[in-house]
């Protein structure tokens, strides 16, 4: 029992994007520079909303808000790690601070899918049940149904979670991506893991395509429904649902390409994997701000206040 404690791995080693000194450099200063602009939009849009009463008290805003929080906590996991790595000689990650980085990538990836179909659903009556609009999505079911997407997601990382952390890790522990990407991870471990593997990929793969098909029927629905009631509804959608429709293709794409080639031998899971945690959450502002006037306004605003207030004192 004791040599087999002492062989037990306590950390990983994260091989990143490249080993050339050049490319690391290179992608130090684009990283560190689109994690900055992660941070800056997506705070922007939060404290926006959170400061201005018209979108506080909007169903949309208030979920985008919540969205936003995600996309910076996604980002935030992975991304100063990378970029710290690209500059450091040893890129390690422990042992543990690996469980809790794929527990959390897990966990607010399943809350943002889920946050997503509660914003298709929102954007459904919003559309086509506008007199019933803020009976429906009232203040209660709002925070209950980020709540619940808060719950799936926590289920959904448990569900894996919770076999991952008791397996043995006593042989290699390099893991060819730039965090630690759970297929990878549970393929390190000295045991069999087969049956784990294809729950890893039941569990995650399906959550996804489940959730990327209930997005396409309710967005679908709401355009054939605007197309029946007006020549130009369909016109009108498109542009209210564009930003939406956008921001579901670049997450769910990635997504399941990852998990229905978890294992590939190619680095296509690399590019992947920043397109998700970097260029997602770096995207994202950019669609729901530069197109959308009532976030424009409201920036305006509290940028008028802010000005007021410091001539005032």
């Not at 794929?102 to 946050?115: Q, V």
């Not at 959904?156 to 991870?185: A, K, R, W």
């Not at 959608?237 to 579901?248: C, D, K, R």
Request: proline share 3%; glycine share 4%.
């Amino acid at each position: 029992m004791k040599m087999m404690n002492s062989s037990m791995i306590s950390e990983f080693v994260l091989l990143g994007l490249t080993n050339t000194w050049e490319l690391e450099l290179f992608f130090f200063f684009i990283f560190l520079l689109a994690y900055a602009a992660i941070m800056a939009g997506n705070l922007l849009i939060v404290v926006t909303i959170t400061l201005d009463s018209h979108l506080h008290s909007t169903p949309m805003y208030f979920l985008l808000g919540n969205l936003s929080f995600l996309d910076m906590s996604v980002s935030t996991i992975t991304t100063p790690k990378m970029v710290a790595d690209f500059v450091r000689e040893n890129k390690t990650i422990s042992l543990w601070g690996c469980m809790a980085q794929m527990f959390f990538l897990h966990f607010l990836g399943g809350s943002e899918m889920t946050l997503l179909i509660v914003m298709a659903v929102d954007r459904y009556f919003a559309i086509c049940k506008p007199l019933h609009y803020t009976t429906i999505m009232n203040h209660r079911v709002l925070r209950g149904s980020v709540l619940l997407s808060w719950a799936v997601g926590f289920v959904h990382t448990m569900s894996q979670m919770v076999f991952t952390i008791t397996l043995p890790f006593c042989g290699p522990n390099i893991v060819d991506n730039i965090f630690c990407d759970l297929p990878l991870v549970i393929k390190l471990a000295c045991t069999e893991t087969y049956v784990l593997e294809l729950l890893v990929i039941a569990d995650s793969g399906l959550l996804s395509f489940i959730s990327f098909i209930l997005l396409l029927i309710s967005y679908t629905v709401i355009l054939v429904t605007i197309r029946h009631q007006s020549s130009g509804g369909l016109s009108k959608a498109l542009s209210t649902l564009s930003a939406h429709i956008t921001v579901v293709t670049l997450f769910f794409g990635p997504c399941i390409f990852i998990y229905a080639w978890p294992f590939s031998s190619f680095s296509v899971d690399k590019f992947l994997s920043v397109f998700y945690s970097v260029i997602t959450p770096l995207l994202n502002p950019i669609i729901y701000t530069l197109r959308n006037q009532e976030m424009k306004a409201a920036m305006n605003r509290l940028r008028t206040q802010h000005v007021r207030s410091r001539k005032t004192f």
